[in-house]
Nanobody, 122 residues
């Protein structure tokens, strides 16, 4: 079974920085893509940033130049450095991964973390 564990959320003032971490555990054959989505009450869950198995990245326009996603393949971990945070970045951030577990390879599954709150407030 694949699990995603997030950490790093919290309260920060506008202009500040936070770093989110997402660690995948379990019997994993491959992680094809991994990243973060965010959601505020009453709205859809939207892509923030993703990094693929080949190292390609994709960012929401609203975070380009401020957020950076990176990976530590040895630890099946992805990091997202969030700089110059704005009030509108306040949301619950969910880690997402497209994973092929060993037991079902080459089939893939879509997995989610439990979410971590990021609050930007003065």
């Amino acid at each position: 079974q694949v699990q995603l564990v997030e950490s790093g959320g919290g309260l920060v003032q506008p202009g500040g920085s936070l770093r989110l971490s997402c660690a995948a555990s379990g019997s994993i054959s491959s992680i094809y893509a991994m990243g973060w989505y965010r959601q505020v009450p009453g709205k859809t869950r939207d892509l923030v940033a993703v990094i693929t198995i080949g190292g390609s990245t994709n960012y929401a326009d609203s975070v380009k130049g401020r957020f950076t996603i990176s990976r530590d393949n040895a630890k099946n971990t992805r990091l997202m450095q969030m700089n110059s945070l704005k009030l509108e970045d306040t949301a619950v951030y969910y880690c997402n991964a497209v994973v092929s577990p060993v037991s079902t390879w080459p089939q893939t599954g879509d997995y989610w973390g439990q979410g971590t709150q990021v609050t930007v407030s003065s």
